[in-house]
Structures are given as structure tokens and as C-alpha cells.
């Protein structure tokens, strides 16, 4: 069975962006860079990756309330590949991270967790000074696909 996973530790891009589908189901985008040290013929070289990371939900709010630009984090998730068309009429294609879970890098740095109340989900969130977001409006049901 093939899988569809990915783990990765950047930096975010630029702050957290919080929005709302239609329906109310939080989403929020964020840009990562990865960077990759090695070495050839003894000279260090360096090449950074940048990502698009997007998640839902609780997850979503908690990454606004909690992460700004610069913050040091891990991203696990699956690949999702999209097709879209560019202002030029020309096809692209994207490769996005859908996060399962995010979370502050202690490699150096500290954090403090502070359970966040739940949807039912029992998830907890990092509380690291970041900024607060606004509650999601209430949702019966999420019948909305995922916008990117």
C-alpha cells in the first residue's frame, strides 16, 4: 500500500492567514522554508525549499493564535498536488502540504502548552505569545471542499 506522508522542519515565511469557507470551517495557509546543509568536496552549500502548508479546522486556529513569521516548526502531512490556471491562461501546478499536525521546533527554543477548549476533539494547542484569533462561527456540517 503506497503512502502519502511527509515530515518537515522550516521556518514559517510570513504569518499565518486565518479565513473561512463559506460554511465556517476554519482554514489557514503559511509559507515554510526548508533548509538543506551539506557538503561538496569539503565546501558547505546550502539550498532552501519553500512550501505551501495548509490546515483545517481547530488545527487552523491554533496554528493563527500561535505561530507568527520566523517560528521554527515541524509539519506533518500529506502531499497534494493541484492544478490551477494562471492570470497568463497558462496551466500550473502546485504541490501543497495538508498538515495533520504542526508544532514549535525545541531544538532552540522553549514553548508552553495550554490546552485550548475543544470541538469534541480533545487536541490541545501551543501558546507561545503569539496573536489571538477571533472563534470560528458554528458549522452544522462541513460540505465544502477544500479550497486549494
Known sequence: MASNSITVVGNLTRDPELRFTQSGKPTVTLGLAVNRRYQVNGEWQEQTSYMNVVAWDQLAENI??????????????????????????????????????????????????????GRGDGGGGYSGG????????????????EPF
Do not use: F, M, N, Q
Not at 505561530?67 to 491562461?89: F, H, I, Q, W
Not at 502546485?94 to 521546533?105: F, L, N, Q
Not at 503569539?130 to 471542499?145: F, K, N
Open 64 to 117: 493563527a493564535a500561535s505561530l507568527t513569521k520566523g517560528s521554527r516548526v515541524l509539519v506533518t502531512g500529506r502531499l497534494d498536488v493541484r492544478e490551477y490556471e494562471a492570470r497568463d491562461g497558462g496551466k500550473r501546478t502546485a504541490v501543497d502540504i495538508v498538515a495533520d499536525e504542526i508544532g514549535p521546533s525545541l531544538r532552540w527554543a522553549t514553548a508552553s502548552v495550554e490546552r485550548t477548549p
Open 130 to 145: 503569539g496573536r489571538s484569533s477571533s472563534p470560528a462561527p458554528a458549522a452544522d456540517s462541513y460540505p465544502d471542499e
